[in-house]
């Protein structure tokens, strides 16, 4: 198993052995490719940015303009 950060989905995504799509065993430490449910395709030790971009933020619908 492999917890990645997705950029894409903005958050960890715990991922299968299903989901590699490439490994290099030479390369020391070893490289190995996943793709995220979304599609996006990252490192497999792809780790959370030290300040992950803010989410935008949603219009309050209760909230009358």
């Known amino acids: 198993m492999f917890a990645p950060y ?3 989905c903005r958050k960890r995504m715990l991922l ?3 989901r590699i799509v490439a ?3 030479s390369a020391q430490p070893m490289a190995v490719t996943v793709r995220c449910f ?3 395709v990252v490192a497999a030790d ?13 219009a309050d619908p209760r909230r009358v303009a």
């Open 46 to 58: 792809n780790p959370v940015p030290a300040n992950p971009p803010a989410l935008p933020r949603r």
């Open 6 to 8: 997705c950029p894409t």
């Open 16 to 18: 299968g052995p299903r």
């Open 23 to 25: 490994a290099d065993l």
């Open 38 to 40: 979304c599609g996006t």
